[in-house]
Nanobody
Framework: QVQLVESGGGLVQAGGSLRLSCTAS????????MAWYRQAPGKQREFVAG???????NYADSVKGRFTISRDNAKNTVYLQMNGLKPEDTATYYC?????????WGQGTQVTVSS
């Protein structure tokens, strides 16, 4: 069974940094574009950052210049380096393929940014 396991979330003050990790089953990781999504309380889940199998990246406007997505194909892992965190970045962060697949949603990792 394919699994995506997110980690690295936590509580941080505004302006701080966190690095999220997502480890995926090899079956999907080697061929798929991957992405990070987030869902804040009372809001819909939204796209944050994506990376193709070849390393091409794109970002939501709200995080451009602050977040960096990367992947290590040898470790089947995708990362999200988050700098300059703001209270509005508070959310549960998920990784998935892009486009996302329903069966791949995991538990996510909580990021809380205090002001």
């Amino acid at each position: 069974q394919v699994q995506l396991v997110e980690s690295g979330g936590g509580l941080v003050q505004a302006g701080g940094s966190l690095r999220l990790s997502c480890t995926a089953s090899r079956t999907i990781f080697s061929i798929d574009a991957m992405a990070w999504y987030r869902q804040a309380p009372g809001k819909q889940r939204e796209f944050v950052a994506g990376i193709s199998s070849g390393g091409y990246t794109n970002y939501a406007d709200s995080v451009k210049g602050r977040f960096t997505i990367s992947r290590d194909n040898a470790k089947n892992t995708v990362y999200l380096q988050m700098n300059g965190l703001k209270p509005e970045d508070t959310a549960t962060y998920y990784c998935n393929t892009r486009p996302s697949r329903v069966q791949y949603w995991g538990q996510g990792t909580q990021v809380t940014v205090s002001s």
